[in-house]
């Protein structure tokens, strides 16, 4: 199993800057992919961006590109996420997410990231 804790969630300005978090712990040697999703009110969890875990290679969303980054310390099994010029659209709860070499996935508890003035 794998135990995720995320943080840095919050309120922030449109334009403005937010980093998230997310610590794994547990069975972190099988794990194929680590990534950052989000769920807005009234829609379905979509994918925001992803990092593969033996390429180190990322994906991300169309719609934050060139404003989003994903990172990843393998020393302190963290994933981080990056977020510049938010935008209200970008409200939303973010979770982390790991997906197994199984094809098992697990979820963090999520965290809120508000867009707002």
């Known amino acids: 199993q794998v135990q995720l804790v995320e943080s840095g969630g919050g309120l922030v300005q449109p334009g403005g800057s937010l980093k998230l978090s997310c610590a794994a712990s547990?069975?972190?040697?099988?794990?194929?992919?680590m990534g950052w999703y989000r769920q807005a009110p009234g829609k379905q969890r979509e994918l925001v961006a992803l990092?593969?875990?033996?390429?180190?290679?990322?994906d991300y969303a169309d719609s934050v590109k060139e404003r989003f980054t994903i990172s990843r310390d393998n020393a302190k099994n963290t994933v981080f996420l990056q977020m510049s010029s938010l935008k209200p659209e970008d409200t939303a709860v973010y979770y982390c997410?790991?997906?197994?070499?199984?094809?098992?996935?697990?979820w963090g508890q999520g965290t809120q990231v508000t867009v707002s003035s």
């Open positions: 997410g790991v997906r197994l070499l199984s094809g098992t996935r697990y």
């Open positions: 547990g069975s972190i040697f099988s794990i194929f992919s």
């Open positions: 990092i593969y875990s033996s390429t180190t290679s990322t």
